[in-house]
């Protein structure tokens, strides 16, 4: 096997290292210090997130990568203020955060959009929650409606739409809050292979129309580096910040990218680090028989 | 070995069969207890352990006395039959020794009457009037000379014989009745005949019927109750009972099913007070709310409100908790999430929990009716199956089943109306649904008819405005 010499995933093209320039010279989004997170269970304490600490600027599209179990479910949802840490802190635009709240948006992977509201309802609830008038908040509801391209099934209900349009509601409904952070929990873990790319491809254009930052869980490599600005790599066991990869990779970024040398250097990088050398699993055997059977022999 | 193609196609494991098949299994499982009623009633020899007297007899120095109409075991019954033609043969023996006895005549007048099951049976004489010497006497002449022939019941040949014997002492003293030409010795009787029959608390299919429309349509003297009075007293105990333990439980269940605080502070007496039988509160109940419908409606209450309670914060903490942490990043406030989320969220299950509860309601009916002052359909139930009039029982029993089950088929279609996202309330039967729903369809049909005509009318009225 040829091996193909790539370019170091830290070699940045000068368009792009500028790129990074600008983006550090930008205003600290999201700040996180010292989070930790243990969960007292039957069997004992369980840390789920020890000592991570990280910043994300504004408009910067960041995912967090890791294995499964490392913990960053618990860690979106302590930024969301779905759960409070143990220790440590976390900071939108320098404001400590206590709690849910509509400043921070949420997409979930398993959708959570109201069944018993249309598209456009759900769309609507968070306006109407922060008081809005029927009248305007239905107006700005159509408009994130049709930013996700589902103007055609506004009065559609949730059941009646695949699980792209679903997610792609629950991106509408989530920005109709206009939050300053989005975050998002593997929102395209759930669907299919083909649905994902085109989903990641949306996202792309809706971030590229929309002035919000937003923090990216998944554990799929290729999504991680074709969306994100940075790559925070943890460890599972316990969750810990292994390394926060900048992508060298140009925007805007398209699916052609993927063979890019930058791209591919990227991907291998995080995959070592994922799955080191000699630690990976062998391949399931073949099962033994403990006395030959004499009829096959 | 292949599963023969039949059992392929009818046993599935876990598949819906076409609907057609269903349809046929439906009627089905309606038909079959109906055919199992109707072989056990009609086929003679399947069951039928009584004996059904037709023509009964008086026995020498027996005080029970059985009356047409009476039930006797199978058993019994040849014994019966025997005791009675043992009877006449000593009156044909003392007869032809020529030492009969005297003094028979009351004895003879009450033998005549052994035939007024027949007369009335063919309506030649009145219910009222079954004891017509008169009439009774002409009777006897007419069957012994063959004027009239009897079907209802057919007499034996046995039978007839007996008829004529007496008729020829009869006829020979006087042809019209008259206690005082009745003959001094003792006639023969009768023999006993009767038919298989099963016991009176099996009516058949066919006299549970004509009971039903009797008691149904039967106008009743002022001041007392008719059929429907019954029945809407019932309905009315059910439904008063059912909305207080609605208005009570549902939000207290809620509530419950929201916040710890009152699911600790609440649920743990209600889990131990349901199992203290709602009927034990009876004369309680009796005792502080007096007689009428208010410890009726109260022990329905009583019956559904507790386990209202359970079942509603049991459906609240089902629902989706990432329903509820989507709410609160979109910025719902804790009110926000009960009333915009919670509510909302669990009213199909809840509808569903309901629709369970409002059935468990009619048992408690049936209870609260027997308290107090009996009333609604139970009382009839009552009295009617103590005098073991179960022929009338059957027809209210069935009502009160019809009743529950219509409207659980029509609520569980006004599930899928109202909750169109929540899937299949599982009525059983798509079938049974549309036929028991059809009035409400037809009338919801005409409404929208109405309401899209009117929009039509209004858009058209709109662009004839607009340009
Ligand atoms: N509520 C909880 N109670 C106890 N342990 C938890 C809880 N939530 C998460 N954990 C544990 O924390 C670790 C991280 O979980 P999670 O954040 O869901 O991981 P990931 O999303 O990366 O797959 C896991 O080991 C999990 O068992
Ligand atoms: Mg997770």
């Given amino acids: 096997m040829s091996t193909l010499e790539l370019p170091g995933y830290r070699d940045q093209s000068p368009e792009v290292a500028a790129r990074f320039e600008r983006l550090r010279q930008r205003p600290v989004a999201l700040e996180v210090r010292g989070l930790t997170k243990r969960f007292e269970t039957p069997r004992g304490v369980v840390t789920a997130l020890d000592d991570v600490s990280f910043q994300v600027h504004k408009r910067e599209l960041m995912c967090v990568i890791g294995p499964s179990g490392c913990g960053k479910s618990t860690l979106v949802r302590i930024l969301a203020g779905l759960e409070t840490p143990s220790s440590g802190e976390v900071r939108v635009y320098g404001e400590p955060v206590s709690g849910p709240g509509s400043d921070r948006g949420m997409v979930f992977q398993g959708y959570t959009l109201f069944p018993w509201l249309s598209v456009k309802e759900n769309v609507m609830f968070g306006p109407r929650m922060a008081g809005k008038s029927a009248f305007s908040a239905e107006r700005e509801a159509r408009e994130w409606i049709d930013l996700v391209g589902l103007s055609k099934f506004e009065n559609a209900y949730p059941h009646q739409l695949s699980g792209g349009m679903k997610q792609r509601v629950a991106i509408a409904r989530a920005l109709a809050n206009q939050p300053r952070v989005l975050f998002m929990d593997e929102p395209f873990g759930a669907l299919d292979a083909q649905t994902r790319c085109k989903m990641q491809s949306y996202l792309l254009d809706i971030w590229k129309n929309v002035d919000i930052t937003i923090v990216f869980i998944t554990h799929d490599l290729d999504e991680a580096v074709f969306l994100s600005d940075r790559i925070l790599v943890l460890d599972a066991n316990p969750g810990r910040v292994h390394e926060v990869v900048e992508v060298p990779v140009p925007r805007p970024r398209s699916e052609a990218q993927l063979f890019d040398p930058t791209f591919m250097a990227t991907r291998k990088h995080i995959d070592g680090i994922m799955h080191p050398p000699g630690s990976g699993q062998k391949e399931t055997p073949v099962m033994r028989l403990a006395v030959s059977d004499p009829d096959v022999v | ?467």
Wanted: proline share 6%; charged share 20%.
């Fill in chain 2, 1 to 467: 070995m292949a599963r023969p193609a039949f059992l392929k196609d009818w046993f599935r494991i876990r598949r819906e069969l076409p609907q057609g098949r269903r349809v046929a299994l439906t009627a089905v499982s309606f038909l079959l207890p109906l055919a199992l009623w109707c072989v056990v009633s009609y086929v003679p020899w399947i069951w039928h352990p009584d004996v059904k007297i037709e023509l009964s007899a008086e026995r020498e120095g027996v005080t029970t006395v059985f009356t047409a109409g009476d039930h006797v075991s199978r058993e019994f019954f040849p014994e019966f039959v025997e005791a009675v033609r043992t009877e006449n043969k000593a009156v044909l023996a003392a007869r032809a020794a020529g030492t009969p006895e005297s003094g028979a005549r009351r004895k003879n007048q009450k033998l005549l009457r052994q035939l007024a099951p027949v007369a009335v049976g063919h309506g030649w004489l009145g219910h009222d009037d079954a004891q017509n010497d008169a009439v009774l006497y002409h009777l006897w002449r007419d069957l012994a000379t063959g004027t009239k022939t009897a079907t209802k019941p057919a007499l034996s040949e046995e039978n007839l014989g007996i008829i004529r014997q007496n008729w020829a002492q009869l006829s020979a003293v006087s042809s019209d009745f008259s206690f005082r030409k009745l003959p001094d010795e003792p006639l023969l009787k009768i023999v006993p005949q009767g038919k298989p029959a099963n016991p009176v608390y099996l009516p058949a299919p066919h006299e549970v019927v004509r009971a039903g429309m009797r008691d149904f349509r039967a106008e009743v003297p002022e001041g007392e109750l008719t059929m429907g009075d019954r029945y809407r007293k019932s309905l009315r105990v059910i439904f008063l009972g059912f909305l207080w333990a609605c208005v009570i439980g549902i939000p207290i269940g809620i509530l419950c099913g929201v916040f710890d605080f009152f699911s600790k502070l609440f649920e743990p007496f209600v889990d131990f007070f349901r199992y203290m039988p709602a009927p034990t509160f009876s004369t309680l109940l009796v005792a502080v709310l007096l007689a009428g419908d208010a410890p009726k409606v109260a022990l329905v209450f009583i019956g559904t409100v507790f386990q209202m309670i359970l079942v509603v914060s049991k459906t609240t903490r089902l629902l989706d908790p990432s329903l509820l942490e989507a709410a609160q990043t979109l910025g719902a406030k804790p009110r926000q999430m009960i009333t915009k989320v919670v509510i909302p969220g669990i009213l199909p299950n809840l509808y569903n929990d309901l629709r369970i509860l409002l059935g468990w309601a009619w048992t408690w009916l049936v209870i609260a009716e027997l308290i107090g002052v009996k009333s609604g359909l139970t009382e009839f139930i009552e009295t009617q199956g103590r005098f073991r009039n179960f022929d009338r029982v059957f027809p209210v029993i069935i009502l009160i089943g019809v009743t529950g089950f219509v409207m659980d088929q029509f609520l569980s279609w006004l599930h899928g109306l109202l909750f169109p996202w929540a899937g299949n309330a599982g009525s059983f039967s798509r079938g049974i649904a549309r036929c028991v729903t059809w009035p409400f369809r037809t009338a919801a049909a005409g409404i929208q008819a109405r309401l899209s005509a009117a929009e039509a009318s209004r858009v058209a009225s709109a662009r004839q405005e607009s340009p």
